[in-house]
């Protein structure tokens, strides 16, 4: 079995190459530890041979995860190639992550993307004279036409048996090479212990990398002279280490292409892209074509397409659950089997299954933004809104897809650049009031405040977003302390996006989702049905108000007091509300036992008053999301403890902020 | 003269770029060396980031970052 990294730059066309390479059998998981995703596939028609995709990054430096992960894995694991995608019309910045990954010494194959671009535009790259300069073989593609990509396979499959490292790497000049080469010899066999290719083992040091420091276990006295070595360099650059290895790979660089690359203009797609941009990040319409663009998609997604399918799904669901439910009744099935297939896993699985029309509908568009390079306009025009809270305008997009539903928005982070933010705005996100939250905000408002219910309403999603704010700045300055990633990012040229990419995109998301609906979530909803449809001599109850989840709900309901209501009905709509939002709604009026809306409104009174019934709003609003939000974040921060953890938190600011609104709100109002 | 405090439709050749850690590592790996030329292209509708032009790609980074970014020539394109 043989490995092939596939490394780049993002916006290099990775995945799309990776789309083309790959048939159907892909692995979609995530790096040990970190909630950076890993694909892994079967080269089409090599059965033996499995592509490795690697996260998007521009170098190897030791800051960010994604480019520690990228490296352990190319030193631990050595793969057998590392395919290099390099976008041609943005040469010489790609070839520095090249640069960097030749020191590796694993056999190497360049795929110089877009190159159908840069011809068309009468500019040439001379791709025989770029392999020789490099020492690696060179195979110019266009990946999204799929344009040598046999070649490619070719060349690939030739690299590996022949498995010949990159024999050049004397592209450092001058005094850093000196340096390198100083030290090179001088931790020779401690590189080759640890594992390291001792070239760039030396570079790292040169460059003053921490973890090769403590990998090589460097002694002092090697401290000392590498040190030593370095300050050499330093003074006679006038320059410190890390700019001094920086400037020395660009410059080798801008050597290449001034023999390598003809450039006379910028390409079609580049000017194309500033005519684009010109419109789209405009210094007043930017912003209003944004929010029109975000209305349209959440129009077409709750309204258009997605309530009409999310209907004809639901009356198939219901036709599914009747034609069961009649051949159980036919078979004469036991009771409590009966209500665990009807009541529990299809009334449950199915009412969480109902939202995938959305999600893949959502996930459509979002992919095309993405794709199209927009989504990369949206974090240049909302950065600053978000900045204050330790977050990046890239984090905008999924939090406003939570006002829809937390599940896609939790989904969407997976496109977060860093680590940090991902998991931060994870955290945020359902703070953003969603779209299944609605009736439950009905009925409370045309109960207790029929007067004021827009007012009520409105105050509700801005309460979400001012705690989301306050939580975002206590995060930062607590367990997201420490230097956040900084905001440098590249703005790629606006391409269509293809066909196959969006589809798959859809699919994956689908196929999650699908995954999580029998999983997580198919447990959840057997829990709670369980709790609810029986008491503690496990029998079953007829009327829920006997059941293991009422009493729980009374065991709980006095928690509640500081919130201004102690009513076992309420808590316990409080915890059936954890399948999906809606059932706070059904479980407060079956328990009430009620069945007009009239008389709905009447019961409560009896529960809340109007104060108190604010302060149980608030709680809805805030605590932790349903159980489909809860399986998606467990899923993209990777660990079931951080989302437990998260969901405790999300709990407990909904506590302490109701017991706030109610403790100030009696003050005035005298209770 | 620093990269943030020049206009949009302006250029300049870097010099030196200052900070530390995480940040400055990442403006030179992105290519933001001494001796290149940078121009800046637009700044963001609320007044920040900016957009840059350099090595025929387009970046983005907040101003804090650009006033890091010495230039010793500046010029209009």
New interface residues.
């Given amino acids: 079995m043989s490995v092939i990294a596939l490394a780049g730059n993002q916006n290099s066309g990775k995945t799309t190459l990776y789309n083309k390479l790959t048939g159907s059998n892909q692995h979609v998981g995530n790096f040990p530890g970190v909630t950076i995703e890993k694909k892994e596939g079967q080269l089409k028609k090599y059965k033996d041979i499995s592509i490795v995709d690697l996260p998007g990054i521009y170098s190897l430096s030791p800051y960010t995860m994604e480019e520690v992960v990228t490296r352990d894995f190319l030193l631990k694991d050595k793969p057998d190639l590392i395919l290099n995608i390099v976008d041609a019309t943005n040469i010489e910045r790609n070839l520095y992550l090249t640069l960097q990954l030749m020191e590796l010494s694993i056999p190497m194959v360049i795929a110089l993307n877009m190159m159908d671009e840069v011809t068309a535009s009468g500019n040439s790259i001379d791709v025989q004279r770029l392999s020789s300069h490099l020492g690696i073989p060179v195979v110019p593609i266009s990946a999204s036409k799929g344009e040598g990509i046999p070649e490619l396979i070719d060349v690939v499959i030739r690299s590996i048996k022949e498995n010949s490292s990159p024999k050049k790497h004397d592209f450092c000049i001058g005094e850093v090479h000196k340096a390198i080469h100083s030290i090179s010899h001088l931790i020779y066999d401690q590189a080759e212990a640890a594992g390291y290719p001792p070239r760039f083992a030396a570079t790292k040091l040169v460059e003053g990398d921490g973890p090769t420091f403590k990998s090589l276990k460097i002694t002092e006295n090697q401290m000392h002279i590498i040190e030593h070595v370095v300050k050499d360099m330093e003074e006679a650059l006038k320059t410190d280490r890390e700019a001094a290895l920086a400037d020395m790979r660009y410059c080798y660089i801008e050597k290449i292409c001034s023999e390598a690359v003809v450039k006379k203009q910028e390409t079609k797609e580049q000017q194309r892209s500033e005519k684009i941009d010109e419109v789209l990040t405009h210094k007043y319409f930017g912003i209003p074509i944004f929010l029109g663009i975000m209305f349209f998609i959440f129009w077409m997604t709750f309204n258009v397409i997605g309530a009409p399918l999310q209907e004809v799904l639901e009356e198939g669901i219901a036709l599914f659950t009747e034609a069961t439910s009649n051949a159980m009744i036919a078979f004469d099935v036991s009771d409590w089997i009966y209500s665990l297939v009807i009541d529990g896993i299809y009334a449950g699985v199915g009412s969480v299954l109902s939202f995938l029309p959305l999600i893949v509908i959502l996930f459509f568009f979002l992919s095309l933004l993405e794709d199209s390079g927009y989504m990369a306009r949206v974090a240049f025009l909302m950065d600053k809104l978000l900045r204050k809270i330790g977050l990046s305008g890239r984090s905008f997009v999924p939090m406003l897809i939570g006002f829809g539903c937390s599940v896609p928005a939790i989904m969407a982070t997976r496109t977060l650049a860093s680590e940090r933010d991902r998991k931060m705005t994870i955290i945020l996100t359902p703070f953003m009031s969603c779209s299944a939250k609605l009736p439950i905000y009905g009925m409370i408002t045309v109960a207790f405040f029929p007067d004021n219910a827009a007012t009520v309403m409105i105050g509700l999603y801005i309460l979400g977003i001012a705690v989301a704010v306050l939580s975002g700045l206590l995060l930062k300055n607590t367990i997201f302390k420490g230097e956040p990633v900084p905001f440098v990012m590249e703005l790629p040229a606006y391409r269509i996006p293809t066909r196959r990419s969006v589809l798959i995109h859809m699919w994956e998301k689908a196929k999650d989702f699908i995954q999580r609906a029998f999983t997580v979530i198919f447990l959840g909803t057997i829990i709670i049905w369980f709790l609810q449809s029986f008491n503690w001599s496990f029998d079953m109850v007829e009327d829920s108000s006997n059941s293991i989840l009422a009493f729980l709900g009374s065991l709980v309901s006095p928690i509640f007091i500081p919130l201004g209501f102690n009513d076992w009905r309420a808590s316990t709509a409080l915890i059936t509300g954890l399948t999906a939002k809606e059932a706070v709604v059904s479980t407060l009026s079956v328990l009430t036992g009620v069945v007009t809306d009239v008389e709905l409104s009447e019961v409560l009174f009896t529960v809340f008053t109007p104060l108190s019934a604010f302060a149980f709003l608030t709680f809805t609003l805030l605590y932790m999301p349903c159980i489909a939000a809860f399986a998606a974040t467990k899923r993209e921060l990777n660990s079931m403890k951080y989302a437990i953890l998260t969901a405790l938190f999300q709990t407990a600011t909904a506590y302490v902020v109701g017991a706030i609104v109610y403790q100030i709100g009696s003050l005035f109002l005298g209770g | 003269m620093t990269l943030d405090s020049i206009k949009p439709g302006q250029g300049g050749v870097i010099s030196?770029?200052g900070g530390q850690?995480?940040?400055?590592?990442?403006?030179?790996?992105?290519?933001l060396?001494?001796n290149?030329r940078v121009r800046v292209?637009?700044?963001?509708?609320?007044?920040?980031?900016i957009?840059l032009s350099l090595?025929?790609?387009?970046?983005?980074?907040?101003k804090d970052?650009a006033a890091k970014i010495e230039l010793k020539e500046v010029f209009d394109i």
Wanted: positive net charge; without cysteine.
């Fill in positions: 030196s770029i850690g995480l940040l400055r590592r990442r403006l030179l790996d992105m290519g060396t001494p290149t292209r637009k700044v963001a509708p609320m007044g920040d980031p957009e090595r025929s790609y387009v970046l983005t980074i907040r970052e």
